[in-house]
């Protein structure tokens, strides 16, 4: 569910160009779940870090020699959000990393502009969208996932500079009282000098495109990821039918008690409701000296011990 994937995506509509470099093959230290070809002589750092059974997270950066280039796949900072809850009371009483549902295209605007704003002065969007997902199926639902890029220009000791973000983000969940989650399944950025913008663009496409995942590693984390998924839908569903359920009672009592109310109102007003078990028809009746209430075919009532005589039936009271 956790960026098991990063990012390839073609990057010419976001970026401006020069050469290529010689590769190297560089392996996850930290759980040995994934390798991919990184610039030789480039600083490069990272691995996939864990933080819960099924929240690992990929991270590598990448800097050119001379400090100017910047590349990052993942980021092991980004935690899984908790969408907001409205049958809670606030945000804070939903602990932390609660936030409303990004799609990719915003994730990537908002991830750029506080990532870049560290790196260099002037930081402006220049350009933004969403784009088809590589890493996971489009949809509405339960199970959604949405896809974007964001384009950035800023400056760094006086050279101009472009950035540039690919997401993908993955909702689980409902909009009604039960958890919602949504997840960063796939982030790529890099901060260039504009004249380099395009090179750095093609190593961050070969990197992703060379990135190999151990597929004993990934058939593990899948499974946890299913059970868990199904876990979340489960508890959703749950939750939805006992809150239905919860309003169909609520109903229930609130027509009790207005029932209650109409029948003391009638009590106070002297009459009362009555039906006529041959022909089904009600009549409101005064309350009288509270004898047996008879009604003859013509609709004519009266209140006796016993039968007035042939053609009147007996009342029976009833509430509204």
Not at 81 to 105: E, I, K, M, R
Not at 205 to 222: D, F, M, R, S, Y
Not at 237 to 262: C, G, N, P, S
Request: with cysteine; glycine share 10%.
């Amino acid at each position: 569910m956790k960026r098991l994937a990063l990012v390839s995506v073609l990057l010419s509509s976001y970026l401006s160009a020069e050469g290529q470099p010689t590769w190297i093959t560089v392996v996850d230290p930290q759980e040995k779940a994934f390798s991919l070809e990184v610039p030789k002589d480039w600083k490069t750092y990272g691995g996939m870090f864990r933080f819960g059974l099924i929240d690992a997270r990929p991270f590598v950066d990448m800097t050119s020699p001379d400090g100017k280039i910047n590349i990052r796949l993942g980021d092991a900072t980004i935690p899984s959000y908790n969408a907001p809850n409205p049958w809670l009371q606030s945000l804070h009483a939903q602990g932390p990393h609660v936030a409303p549902y990004a799609s990719g295209d915003v994730f990537a605007t908002k991830y750029g502009l506080a990532r870049f704003s560290s790196m260099c002065e002037g930081v402006r969007l220049t350009k933004a969208g969403p784009l088809p997902p590589k890493y996971g199926r489009p949809g509405q639902g339960l199970v959604r996932v949405t896809a974007g890029a964001a384009g950035f220009s800023c400056t760094s000791h006086g050279e101009q500079m472009t950035g540039y973000v690919y997401a993908e983000t993955l909702f689980v969940g409902t909009a009604g009282p039960a958890e919602s989650k949504w997840y960063v399944i796939a982030l790529g950025s890099l901060l260039a000098p504009t004249a380099q913008a395009q090179m750095a663009g093609e190593i961050m496409k070969h990197c992703t495109e060379t990135i190999a995942l151990n597929p004993v590693w990934a058939k593990t984390q899948g499974q946890l990821i299913a059970q868990t998924t199904m876990s979340l839908l489960n508890i959703a569903e749950a939750t939805r039918q006992a809150t239905l359920a919860q309003e169909k009672r609520q109903k229930q009592i609130m027509r009790e008690q207005a029932r209650e109310v109409d029948n003391f109102n009638d009590v106070i007003l002297g009459q009362s409701f009555t039906r006529d078990p041959q022909s089904g028809k009600e009549y409101v009746v005064p309350i009288g000296a509270g004898g047996t209430k008879w009604v003859d075919v013509h609709g004519t009532v009266a209140e006796s011990a016993m039968s007035p005589g042939e053609g009147f039936s007996k009342l029976q009271n009833i509430s509204r």
